[in-house]
Nanobody, 126 residues
Framework: QVQLVESGGGLVQAGDSLRLSCTASGRTFSSLTMGWFRQAPGTEREFVVAMSWSGLSTNYADAVKGRFTISRDNAKNTVYLQMNSLKPEDTAAYYC???????????????????WGQGTQVTVSS
């Protein structure tokens, strides 16, 4: 079993940056495909970005491409989401998720991820 805990959310202004962190318990983190999803009020949870267990492959949603960067430190059991040039439409609860290392980063389905954090709120004011 893997438990994920996100941190780093907050209230920022448009154009600002934030870095989210997600730390995993357990010894299998380094073998997991890791992703970030987000959910704004009244909307469905949507894919943001995923990274392979090795860190060599990534896949970004078009809405965040060029502004967000995912990274991971397997020695620290942590995955990060650096968010730059934030926009009001980025306002959402952000969730860290883990999937089997066999899961492709191109698989954006929520159901492909077995492990989920509790979410951290990001609010971007205009």
């Amino acid at each position: 079993q893997v438990q994920l805990v996100e941190s780093g959310g907050g209230l920022v202004q448009a154009g600002d940056s934030l870095r989210l962190s997600c730390t995993a318990s357990g010894r299998t983190f380094s073998s997991l495909t890791m992703g970030w999803f987000r959910q704004a009020p009244g909307t469905e949870r949507e894919f943001v970005v995923a990274m392979s267990w090795s860190g060599l492959s990534t896949n970004y949603a078009d809405a965040v491409k060029g502004r967000f960067t995912i990274s991971r430190d397997n020695a620290k059991n942590t995955v990060y989401l650096q968010m730059n040039s934030l926009k009001p439409e980025d306002t959402a609860a952000y969730y860290c998720a883990g999937a089997s290392g066999l899961t492709s980063v191109l698989d954006t389905r929520l159901g492909s991820y077995a492990y989920w954090g509790q979410g951290t709120q990001v609010t971007v004011s205009s």
